[in-house]
């Protein structure tokens, strides 16, 4: 077996009060199959359950992309790309689950599709210089079903959003900075180490404080979000009615094929 057959998915590993998670499959630019979803989301369940834990730090392999989405490729082998066993904590293992834990993002490269939605779950992101965001999947005949077509509005101004969504455009690092979707941008080598230390500045805190203040600025209860319910049965309504569209069959053909999308609104 090589070593892609063999290693985790995603990797954990403490640096005494934070947990620094990496999702490791660069020769798939980090994207999210069932075994990230289950992986990622059992890590931020360690993380919310052990009182030695304060931050979590999330970053991806490599140094191309922080996530690329979904996996594509699993998907057409007819896998489950959700978590094994706790689906309810949604794509990734994380777009529903609604830890108290702070997670930080460390966006190292692209953050498409579904990596931007994971950006937009996370609490703060630091970016790379090169690190780009975006949801392309109107590019696709596909729509950003994990959380992203109503946080990205929540996160940014409403015709800014609404531009990034429409066309499928993405933006750079220095561009969401000065948007205010992350919080800071800094040199590709220094990312990880600019994170783990505004990691260290929040795990000095008292954790019980910063959880509960977390709690309350995103309206969490009894590990739910309330406010957040209508939002996604809208968002699962839609995904439901164009992933059964003959065109979300026709995009990705298209990508695949390196050809023009016919597009028929059916």
């Known amino acids: 077996m090589t070593d892609t057959e063999t290693r985790p998915a995603v990797r954990s590993e403490r640096r005494g009060n934070v947990l620094l998670v990496t999702i490791d499959r660069p020769e798939a630019r980090n994207a999210v199959n069932g075994e990230v979803s289950t992986l990622l989301g059992n890590a931020l369940h360690e993380a919310d359950t052990d009182p030695e834990l304060r931050v979590v730090v999330l970053t991806g392999a490599g140094e191309q992309s922080f996530c690329a989405g ?3 490729k699993a998907i057409s082998r007819g896998e489950d790309i959700f978590p094994a066993e706790n689906r309810q904590w949604g794509f990734a293992g994380m777009m529903q689950h609604y830890v108290s834990v702070p997670i930080i993002a460390a966006v190292n ?3 498409l599709g579904g990596g931007c939605e994971i950006a937009l779950a996370s609490d703060l992101v630091m970016a790379a210089d090169h690190a780009k965001f975006g ?3 109107v590019k696709r005949g596909l729509v950003a079903a994990a959380g992203g077509a109503f946080r990205l509005p929540e996160q940014l101004p409403h ?3 609404m531009e990034m969504m429409l066309t499928g ?3 750079t690092a220095a561009r969401a900075h000065e948007l205010h979707l992350i919080n800071r941008v800094v040199p590709a080598d220094q990312l990880l180490d600019a994170a783990l230390e505004l990691a260290e500045v929040i795990a000095t805190n008292a954790p019980l404080a910063v959880q509960a203040s977390k709690r309350v600025a995103l309206g ?3 590990g739910a979000r309330p406010s957040e319910v209508e939002k996604w049965r809208i968002s ?5 009615n164009v992933m059964t569209s003959e065109d979300a069959a026709e995009g990705p053909r298209a990508f695949a094929e390196k050809r023009a999308p016919v597009w028929k609104a059916r």
């Open 159 to 161: 015709r800014v959003a």
């Open 70 to 72: 979904a996996d594509l």
């Open 220 to 222: 969490i209860q009894d």
């Open 135 to 137: 949801l392309p999947e």
């Open 236 to 240: 699962d309504t839609e995904m439901i």
């Open 169 to 171: 455009e993405p933006i």
């Open 109 to 111: 490269g692209t953050a």
